[in-house]
């Protein structure tokens, strides 16, 4: 169950990456940098900044990331738990994500509108694209924010 406080975050990594040309045929999102996957690399980021709900709405090579999630020995070492349908089995210490098929012909639109139906009792939530990473000061942004009320 997401608590007030829990923004979710959906991390728009299932597309198709055509301008990503890379000699393996995995995911830009899983590609290591010093080491760790980019995709870790920026959820590190979020829950550094206290986010700790990820919605992953996967299209385009959603076995590798499925496989990259199902990984024991990721979960352990990215301090990673998988939500269920429900996403009742919160926990508030580790980066929790939620992976679905969003299809692989849907667009960013698409695939936020997708991921609404699942965290619909939030009155927040971020979306980024899932291979951006940016020095954001998050606490004065949700600030203003909640002071608009917008």
Known sequence: MIKNNNIPIILLVGGKGERFDYRQNIPKHLVKINNKPFLIILLDYYFSNNFKIFLLPLGHKINQYLKFFKNVKNLKN????????????????????????????????????????????????????????????????????????N
């Open 78 to 149: 990215y301090n990673l738990n998988i939500l269920n349908k429900k996403l009742s089995n919160f926990n508030p210490n580790k980066k929790n994500i939620f992976l679905f098929d969003a299809k692989k012909n849907s667009n960013k639109l698409q695939r936020i509108l997708k991921t609404l139906k699942y965290i619909k009792n939030s009155p927040i939530i971020g979306a980024c694209y899932g291979d951006t990473i940016d020095d954001i000061n998050f606490k004065k942004n949700l600030s203003l924010l909640k002071k608009k009320q």
